[in-house]
């Protein structure tokens, strides 16, 4: 009884930890913005930074006169479509581990494959966007197959691997589109425009872009939830990201976890990449990086790894990237802002012993509070005893 | 066609290209070796390359910016050491936030600092460098009248010289200095070190401060003579082939100087034959696509090196 209590006061202990460490690093990013705009700002500088901090914080919710702006919100759920997929891919690499950077470049190529699949495959509606996504994720699972095997055979970072396959994945695609499958009646270099069949369908028509690639993207959620915390894989790739050597010990086949976290992260990021590009567009047009790679590792350090926060930090992220470009568009401030805040909240989220010693103040404190609470309790059988033997 | 491509021009281009890959191998060579995987290389070349490239602009004069350049190289990777270090955010993840700050960030300031505008969407500060702020040349004496020789290794930027120079010096500093022993038992074994007295955040500092040094010359030999000017991801992953220079050449100085001359062999190349009228997005990745393979190759390397040693010791044993 008094023991439950006890883990109930700590697990209240960390939550309140992780609240307001998170609140705090998330304060300095603001700081640190606020000086940024304060700086760059030109004319009366108190007022601009005022305006542009409220464009950034509210901005997406409200329109300038106050009615909430439904237009802005789905374009803030729409832009989670992605990173949900990019952070759970990390997610599920990083838990094991491994620092895979792949996911910029496995979006890339599972947004490319699903376009040829929507271009050129003549399948009947409902069966071409599913075929198509699953290509999309069996061609990055094979992308991912190369640092993963390198790394689990022969001790190759895969760091430096997938950095690396970005760059070749990226000027393939770019070769591949410029020469054989560009559309010569356009302007700019895309492909030839899908079959309509191919398209996911909106959710909401209101131009917004928000598809039922959103309800995809968090069934998503829950399935690599579940992996990762119901299932002996999912158990395997979080126990030899916590301790390889004790996994190996305990006779887990490493290599092939290895290879498995990162072939289901390329997966998931496959899957992000058609269900973005058959939502979103009509045509494929990417010829650089699209950056949600990186978003998708910031949404993985922000969720502590666990699938189940991803939706919670890809909302965020993409609500500040809204905040940001509402910012550049109404009050010139320019929207890669959006990187230096991205970066700044990322290490102090990341920073073990930020804030350590009000962590260590809230142990203390609770273990008082405990020691006090034993003591009472102690007392208060004593009396009773005494009273008992009185009696 | 082999000697359209390989000519004198071709062998100084090596030169050229490998310097900056250079420059940033031997940052992650010396942070390596104290245990420090910097990853924020790409990212600090490209703050630097931008500040070193404004202040030449500025004040008219190279050695300002250079000298900016490798300041800002050092502030970038000592705060990534606060980070790391202090707060003990993990060295991978500090070194992606300042990628971050190296790719979008600096359009950021750029755009900030020059005025341009969101309607441009390519702001660089290219028009701001003209040949008059390019880190000059040297021809030098003697070597130059050599034939074949001469047009190979004379008439580069002083810095290319200084990147060649430095690998020496790198090596002398970890293996013929106090100050590198202690860089490299922090790397080996950090409790060791410290039971006999090493500071082993001092030594990380300064091995993590090294690094940003080598990628603030990296990036002002972009910004300032490479390229002439900043622009959006002119680094291209140079930080990363650095990366991938250091554990192919084993972590030493000079094995990695060979390395990260592969690379600029195969980044001279590409560029060669892309002059050649073959598609660039074909020939760009060859670098990129080299690195993987010299780090497998490198892997194997060891792996049948490893192998034959344990068999060699085990017939050893046999024998007794």
Known sequence: MNEKKAMQAARRRSLTFTLVRGAAAIGIALL???????????????????????????????????????????????????????????????????FNLGAEGGIMLGAFVSALFAVYVPLPAGVLPVVAVLAAAAAVSVMMLIPAVLKAKLGVSEMVNSLMLNYVVMYLIKYLLNTHLADKTKGQIQSYPFQEQARIAPL????????????????????????????????GIRMIGINQDFARYSGMNVAAIVILSQVLGGALAGIGGGVEMLGRYSAYSWNALPGYGWTGITVAILAGNNPAFVPLAAFFMAYLNKGCLLMS???GVPSQLIDILQAVIFVFFAAKQFLAKYRQRLVVKGAQEELAAQKAAAAEAAAETAEGSVK | MLQLIFNTDFFFSILRITA?????????VVGEKAGVSNIGLEGTMMVSALF??????????????LVVALFCGVLVSLLMGFFAFNLKTDIILTGIAVNMIGSGGTLFLVKVITQQTEGKALASTTSLITAAHQIPSWNIPLIKDIPILGPILSGHCILTYVAFL??????VLLYRTPLGLNIRSVGENPNAASSVGVSVLKIKYIAIGFSGLMAGFGGAFMSMYYSMGWSLDMVAGRGFIALAAQAMGAGEPVGSMLSALVFGFAQAFSIKVSSKGIDSNLVTPIPYLVTILGLVAFALVLRHRVKKQHSASALEKTAK
């Open chain 1, 32 to 98: 640190v913005a606020a000086v940024l705009i304060f700086v760059s700002a030109d004319g009366d500088r108190l007022a601009h930074t005022g305006e542009a901090l409220r464009q950034l914080l509210i901005g997406p919710l409200f329109r300038s006169n106050g009615s909430i702006n439904v237009k802005n919100i789905c374009d803030v759920l729409a832009a989670m479509i992605p990173t949900i997929f990019t952070g759970l891919a990390t997610c599920v690499m990083f838990s094991a581990n491994q």
């Open chain 1, 204 to 235: 909401i028509d209101n131009g917004s872009m928000l598809t039922w690639g959103f309800v995809i993207a968090l069934i998503f959620v829950v399935l690599t939830s579940l992996f990762m915390y119901r299932t002996r894989w999912g158990y």
């Open chain 1, 329 to 331: 568009t109404y009050c």
């Open chain 2, 20 to 28: 900056p890959i250079l420059f940033a191998t031997l940052g992650a």
């Open chain 2, 52 to 65: 070193g490239s404004l202040t030449t602009y500025w004040s008219g004069s190279w050695a300002v910016g």
């Open chain 2, 166 to 171: 430095l690998v020496f010096l790198t090596w």
